[in-house]
């Protein structure tokens, strides 16, 4: 009897569960939080925004119902188009709308119920949407609809939006699963293991900044549903599942064999070997695209091949294991999108796996088309993730280097002439690329070629060298070390072009000419307008610019002054971590000489010293307006 009247007591709380949800319903006099002053200039204020989701499965039946209830206030008629329609949807992948209101609450307090009849569905996809009519500016637009829909293993909830919200509510229960959520730190938790609430108040309008972790900063939760019998995603068991013996798709064990066999590696260094395996995979294999058809390869060996990313991937691990070269699966995330969990692979986020060799202390990977063994890719520098060691079955934590500014360099050198009229410019300019712009722009010119037309390929190099707002015409271009193998020994990647300038370098003023030298560094971006910083500023990796301009001073004129040339801006504090802008100038013979450096060696500079770092950054869009003087000699 104990054991039947507590499978009673069970189902009923299970039952409480969905009819609850089902059953939702609004106050018919809501009463809203008061909006702060700060907030009463803004164009709409979200009052509440509440989410509910409750998941259910059993042997024989499976679901889930989600709830959305969201209320406005809408503070400028210039706003309303912008949030008076709503689909009832959640996921795309909905099975039946259990509940659909709208209504319009005035300033006086008056109640619009929006009809029923207003509820528009589609006919392709069912989905059921309305449009709020009559609204005025002072209005609050309020919503609810419940949804039943196949349940999801996993997703994402972004509370943050371009206007202020002043009250966020994330509810979720449970039968027969786990529910798992990853909050913000914004976000408070009440409840119990069976009904959980998450609210957070008073979230801030999105703050778009450049070379912030935007998305990694978003106010938002994700959650992940699993049976509790298996945690598969435990990094303690999905690391080693996910290195376990290789499933190729589209060719054979053998086939990887006599692959290896033919790479002829023999008594070279570790070093070696992994250099012949990654250039060789790298330029003869690439993946299927989206919607591409793949085909059963016979010959590992035959040039160019397609495969997937994981069967790729495994032929890596499955060449290391031949070999016996030891190596650990490592697990990172970008920095700019979140972290890696140190429990389990949080399914919503993307995630970059690669091999560690711990010999050499480089890393190979497979993912990443452009990046050659050594560095991992560059938005994971600096940040932490996981690792797996098949030879010990241990998982451990790993800290991603930071590559050098030295590592990355953009160095170019300008000569510059003038026809006797000063009316064209002949500019011979050569640009070089190292480290993660040389591997980043080979691979990009490579994809070009093969996939585009000439004339893409013209605008990405004038792009690159001049950019768009120089007025030149090429005339010739040519590319060296363009082959993949230079990534490895960090050889310069150089474009080589001849241009003409038709009177978009000089100036007159009066019987002096302005020549615009600064263009030669070719357009740089500035902060003129952001005068504010929220967020730090983190860079994709340190970068070193040297740029050189020789100027053959035209006939007839002597130079009168190149002070605007010369700028000299950097960063207090920490000499290895500061970033600074230098430009020289002197005059040999018939030359005017121009040198920049300029320098990144930090990925992150802290928001309290943004205004040092805006200078920096100023500097060099300050150089590109700059110009010498000429005036005629007596």
Known sequence: MKKITLIFVLLFFFQSFSQ???????????????????????????????????????????????????????????????????????NGYIRDVRDFHARIIKP?????????????????????????????????????????ENPSAYGVEVFQKDIPVLFAEFTHTQDGVKFETYASSEFKKTGSSSKTILTATNIPVIKEESNARNIKNLVKLIY?????????????????????????????????REFIEKLNIGSESTEEKLIKIDEYIKTNFDFISRGETAQKITNLNNGKQKLTGGDIFDLYGFTLKELK?????????????????????????????????????????????????????????????????????????????????????????????FSDDLTMATIEKT?????????????????????????????????????????????????????????????????????????????????????NLGKMIGKQANLYQETERKWDVDLKYAKTFKHKIIFNIPNGYQVESFKDLEIDKKTGGDETKNCSFKSTVKVEGN?????????????????????????????????????????PKK
């Not at 009849?117 to 709020?132: A, G, L, M, N, P």
């Not at 450096?597 to 500097?619: D, G, L, M, T």
């Open 20 to 90: 609850e949800i089902k059953s939702y319903t609004w106050d018919e006099k809501p009463i809203f939080n008061e909006i702060p002053a700060e907030h009463k200039d803004q164009p709409a204020v979200v009052l509440f925004d509440k989410r509910w989701i409750h998941t259910r499965v059993g042997a024989y039946a499976y679901a889930t119902f989600g709830m959305n209830h969201f209320a406005i206030k809408i503070n400028k008629a210039g706003e309303i188009n912008k949030y008076n329609k709503i689909k009832a949807q959640d």
């Open 108 to 148: 006086n307090g008056e109640i619009k119920i929006i009809p029923q009849d207003k509820i528009i569905e589609t006919e392709i996809d069912k989905v059921k949407s309305i449009v709020f009519e009559g609204v005025e500016a002072g209005d609050i637009l309020e919503y609810y609809f419940i949804i039943k």
């Open 224 to 256: 992940m549903v699993s049976t509790p019998s298996m945690d598969i995603y435990n990094w303690n068991y999905f690391l080693p599942q996910y290195v376990s013996k290789p499933s190729f798709q589209y060719f054979k064990k053998a086939q990887a």
């Open 325 to 417: 070269i030891p190596y650990k699966v490592a697990v990172g995330m970008s920095r700019f999108n979140g972290e890696v969990d140190t429990e389990k692979f949080v399914v919503p986020l993307s995630h970059e796996f690669m091999y560690y060799i711990p010999e050499t202390k480089k890393f190979l990977s497979p993912y990443e088309k452009y990046l050659s063994y050594g560095y991992p890719s560059y938005e994971l520098q600096g940040s932490e993730g996981r690792t797996y060691y098949p030879a010990l079955k241990e998982n451990y934590v790993v800290s991603f280097p930071i590559a050098p500014a030295e590592f990355t360099v953009n160095e170019s050198q300008s000569t510059v002439s």
């Open 431 to 515: 640009l070089s690329y190292t480290g993660y712009d040389g591997q980043l722009n080979r691979n990009w010119v490579k994809y070009i070629k093969e996939n585009e037309d000439e004339k893409k390929l013209e605008e990405y190099i004038k792009e690159r060298i001049f950019g768009d707002d120089f007025d030149i015409k090429m005339t010739n271009y040519s590319f060296e070390n363009q082959e993949f193998k230079y990534n490895y020994t960090n050889t310069p990647y150089n474009v080589k072009v001849k241009a003409e300038a038709s009177e978009s370098l000089t100036e007159n003023a009066g019987n002096l000419v302005l020549v």
């Open 591 to 631: 030359q005017l000489v121009v040198e920049v450096f300029e320098i990144y060696k930090s990925i992150n500079y802290p928001k309290e010293i943004y205004q040092e770092y805006r200078n920096v950054i100023n500097a060099s869009s300050d150089f590109t307006k700059a110009s010498v003087v000429l005036r």
